[in-house]
C-alpha cells in the first residue's frame, strides 16, 4: 500500500509558476508509473502527466505540453510537477496517484489557482 500527500499548491498570477510535490509513504515507490491528475470545478478528473516508474519517459497532455514538467526522485519517494507560465484554465485540485490510478489512493490534493 502507498499513501500520497501532496503540497505546494497556492495562488499564482497568469504566466507564474509553482512546483507540485507529492511524497509516498509506504514501500515500492519505485516500483511504480506515477501521474499527477487534475480537476477543475464541475469538469472530471483528468490525466496531466505521467512518469515510468525509473524516470526514463514521461507523457503530457495536450493542454500542458511545453510548460509543465514531472520528475520523480525515488530514493526520497517523492513526484515533482513543475508547472510553468500557468493559465487560468490550470486552475484545478492537483493529485498524484499511480498511473493508470488506483481509486483507494486518491488524497486529499492540493489548490492550485490561477488569477490575477
Known amino acids: 500500500q502507498v499513501h500520497l500527500a501532496e503540497s505546494g499548491g497556492g495562488l499564482v498570477q497568469p504566466g507564474g509558476s509553482l512546483r507540485l510535490s507529492c511524497v509516498a509513504a509506504g514501500s515500492r515507490f519505485s516500483a511504480y508509473s506515477m501521474a499527477w491528475y487534475r480537476q477543475a470545478p464541475g469538469k472530471q478528473r483528468e490525466l496531466v502527466a505521467w512518469i515510468t516508474n525509473r524516470g526514463t519517459s514521461t507523457n503530457y497532455a495536450g493542454s500542458v505540453k511545453g510548460r509543465f514538467s514531472i520528475s520523480r526522485d525515488n530514493p526520497t519517494n517523492t513526484l515533482h510537477l513543475q508547472m510553468n507560465s500557468l493559465k487560468p484554465e490550470d486552475t484545478a485540485v492537483y493529485y498524484c496517484?499511480?498511473?493508470?490510478?488506483?481509486?483507494?489512493?486518491w488524497g486529499q490534493g492540493t489548490q492550485v489557482t490561477v488569477s490575477s
Open positions: 496517484n499511480l498511473w493508470p490510478a488506483l481509486r483507494d489512493y
